[in-house]
């Protein structure tokens, strides 16, 4: 079971060049911001979007290959598609939703009305099969979606987006029976999502796409151990730098310098990663240990469970995650100037 991708295309302001090697079953999770070209990447998967360069081959067979003349018509491709509006017919009840695809594949009406109740029994949606997709529930619609991109075997199943039109009630409920009925697909998945919850449950490896590149691939470990764009890092909640290593310490962009307390590097561009557990802030300047201390200012305060997250403008912009017992006693829903500290074994550096 395999997948080799490398995808080049234009599509107005996008250029995409992307190479995705995926050499077993599981779930692989394509993240990045908006206008990263994510979706324009599923869909030439798909084969509704056509290349301009480059080769994709499932399993051994090639589906597009513009050097060669070859294009695989997307219904003869053996891959399934959850659109984010799943666009199920409107006309159709959901078990000839579900048995469109075997039907469009030649499969005797009978036989494809079998094969879609045994799907909508793995969804658990058998008691809704003679309804309309007016009468559904949105997680309803999602799970009738997957089962219909599930009714004709695709070796590769593709989602984009699949939690992005649920209310945030219901997405935590439905990730988790997202997870489930990926998890038993013997296949390979490729997810889109923009959600870091999304991305590190669902995922077996993450891909990170911007602006039309790949700029870093792993599971969700090494991706948290070593974010390499500033991207990654918000998404992961940390704090990411890029400086020069000059012995024990990082020389930002802006001239400023952070001391750590590893050897870094000998030369050369490097990342300073600092987690907004890490840092303290205090109104006046700190006693003790701290190497690093500068000052800031307090902006927005965002909740995140039973800790703060405080934003710090300044000479050195930072995040800092604090108790809510730590806001009252500085006053930092107040705003205002503050010292910020972190000291130098919190400070984790990596080449760049």
């Keep these: 079971m395999s997948l080799d991708a490398v995808v080049g295309l234009r599509k107005g302001t996008l250029d995409l060049d992307v190479e995705l090697r995926v050499a077993s079953n599981g779930v692989v999770v394509l993240l990045g911001p908006n206008a990263a070209g994510k979706t324009t990447f599923l869909r030439a998967l798909a084969g509704l979007v056509p290349l301009e360069r480059g080769r994709i081959v499932l399993d051994g067979v090639v589906l597009d ?9 997307t219904e003869k491709r053996p891959i399934g ?8 017919f ?8 579900v048995a469109f695809g075997p039907r469009s594949s030649g499969f005797a009406r009978a036989a494809a009305r079998k094969r879609a109740l045994a799907q909508l029994e793995r969804v658990g949606l058998v008691d809704v ?34 939690l992005a039109a649920m209310d945030a009630g219901a997405r935590a409920e439905l990730r988790r029976g997202l997870s489930r009925h990926l998890a038993a697909f013997p296949g390979m998945c490729l997810v889109i999502t923009h959600d870091p919850i999304e991305a590190m449950t669902l995922g077996d490896r993450l891909v ?33 730098y890029r400086g020069r290593a000059e012995q024990r310490s990082v020389v930002l962009e802006n ?29 006046v300047f700190p006693e003790g240990s701290p190497r690093n201390v500068w000052e800031g200012a307090v902006g927005d305060l965002d909740v995140i469970g039973n800790h703060v997250r405080a934003h710090v403008s300044g000479v050195l912009p930072i995040i800092a995650e604090v108790t809510p017992g730590a ?7 107040d705003g205002g100037p503050v010292f910020v500290a972190v000291k130098a074994v ?4 990596y080449e760049a």
Excluded: C
Aim: hydrophobic share 45%; aromatic share 4%.
């Design 65 to 73: 290959d513009p050097a060669a003349g070859v294009r695989m018509p």
């Design 255 to 283: 001239g400023r310098h952070l001391v750590v307390a590893d050897p870094v590097p000998e030369s050369g561009d490097v990342f300073a990663v600092i987690s907004p557990r890490a840092v303290a802030l205090h109104r």
């Design 129 to 162: 099969a003679a309804e309309k997709p007016r009468a559904l529930s949105g997680g309803q619609a999602q799970r009738v979606a997957l089962a219909r991109a599930l009714a004709t075997d695709p070796r590769l199943l593709l989602l984009d987006e699949p």
């Design 90 to 97: 409107p006309h159709l009840t959901v078990l000839e939703n």
């Design 346 to 349: 919190e400070i984790e550096v």
């Design 327 to 333: 806001v009252a006693s500085l006053h930092l829903d």
């Design 81 to 88: 598609v959850v659109f984010q509006d799943y666009l199920l």
């Design 208 to 240: 990170v796409l911007e602006a039309g590149r790949v700029v870093q691939a792993g599971t969700p470990e090494e991706l948290s151990a070593h974010p390499r764009s500033r991207y990654v890092a918000d998404l992961l909640g940390l704090n990411l």
